[in-house]
């Protein structure tokens, strides 16, 4: 079983909609959570980053955790064409090395104009 | 914008032949760290390296070396390519915060 469970979509969704993209994770010593944001034949590139529980809000995004429910999520308020892309979930437990970041499979988001 | 750079972006190669794959950061970062992402899957590490003359195998097992002998400069090397190394390579660099990666735009690799 993977640590970290991301539905791969894609995820259609018309320009203007509310978009909610999760993942679960399985170990409970995760404190680190983050999402990435890659466009097509690039890298990634850090969107979200929180520590522990709780909202953290940047512009459009939202990012949730709920560490009871083993249960973090991004949601983009008015979606833009130009927030197509693939979406990963990354997570970090708080000790052990800056090596252990496990990455969620990803999924991939298509806002339709 | 993040200054990490890696060469070449796509490369086609026949089975056997040594090929390097370069990486350089210009923000003075200690940690650096080689990704291998295949489509739809998760990324893997297969090396990473907290600062110069120090690198560490990750947990995705690699053929590859890398070697760190100025803090700017990652490269990864394939002393003999295979179809089996066919992916997209992704370097990225870290400072003090965990999680907080910057990664390059990757290098295509596609082995005959």
């Known amino acids: 079983q993977k640590e970290v469970e991301q539905d791969p979509g894609p995820l259609s969704v018309p320009e203007g909609a509310i978009v909610s993209l999760n993942c679960t994770y399985s170990n409970s010593a995760f404190q680190y959570f983050m999402w990435y944001r890659q466009y097509s034949r690039k890298g990634p590139e850090l969107l979200m980053y929180t520590y522990s529980s709780g909202n953290k809000e940047d512009g459009r995004f939202t990012a949730q955790v709920d560490k009871s429910s083993k249960y973090i999520s991004l949601f983009i308020r008015d979606s833009q064409p130009s927030d197509s892309a693939t979406y990963l979930c990354?997570?970090?437990?708080?000790?052990?090395?800056?090596?252990?970041?496990?990455f969620g499979a990803g999924t991939r988001l298509a806002v339709h104009p | 914008e993040a200054d990490i750079y890696q060469t070449p972006r796509y490369l086609v190669i026949g089975t056997g032949k040594k090929i390097t794959l370069e990486c350089s950061q210009t923000?003075?970062?200690?940690?650096m760290y080689w990704y291998q992402q295949d489509p739809g899957m998760e990324l893997h590490l297969i090396h990473y390296?907290?600062?110069?003359?120090?690198?560490e195998k990750g947990d995705l097992s690699s053929e590859s070396t890398v070697s760190r002998i100025r803090t700017e400069h990652f490269p990864l090397t394939l002393e003999s390519a295979r179809p089996s190394h066919t992916s997209q390579y992704l370097c990225?660099?870290?400072?003090?915060?965990?999680?907080?990666?910057?990664f390059g735009s990757g290098t295509q690799l596609s082995v005959l």
């Open positions: 990354a997570m970090l437990p708080s000790s052990g090395g800056y090596n252990k970041l496990i």
């Open positions: 390296s907290y600062g110069v003359n120090s690198t």
């Open positions: 923000m003075g970062h200690d940690k």
């Open positions: 990225a660099s870290s400072l003090r915060e965990k999680g907080k990666l910057f």
